[in-house]
């Protein structure tokens, strides 16, 4: 079974910065694609980053040149670096995995963005 563990969510004032991170345990296979998407009440979950295990990138426009995903592969470990929040930006964060050898996808808990000043 695989386990998404996040951490890093919380409060900050409009233009501040926080960092999501994300542990992944278990059988996660050698090859995956990690993200974070986001949902706010009422709303779709989208899309905000992912990063393959090669480092592949994608980023929902309106993150693009605020928000940096990166990975550490030896910790299975995914981090969402986000400066200049908006907003716009509050959600509920989480966590995914999809392993690329069968198409198994997993989800985080997820965690609470609050932007306001």
């Known amino acids: 079974q695989v386990q998404l563990v996040e951490s890093g969510g919380g409060s900050v004032q409009p233009g501040g910065s926080l960092r999501l991170s994300c542990a992944a345990s278990?059988?996660?296979?050698?090859?995956?694609?990690m993200g974070w998407y986001r949902q706010i009440l009422g709303n779709q979950r989208e899309l905000v980053a992912r990063i393959t295990t090669f480092g592949t990138t994608n980023y929902l426009d309106s993150v693009k040149g605020r928000f940096t995903i990166s990975r550490d592969n030896a910790k299975n470990t995914i981090y969402l670096q986000m400066n200049s929040l908006k907003p716009s930006d509050a959600a509920v964060y989480y966590c995914?995995?999809?392993?690329?050898?069968?198409?198994?996808?997993?989800w985080g808990q997820g965690t609470q963005v609050t932007v306001s000043s």
């Open positions: 995914n995995l999809i392993v690329t050898s069968d198409g198994e996808t997993y």
């Open positions: 278990g059988n996660i296979g050698s090859i995956n694609v």
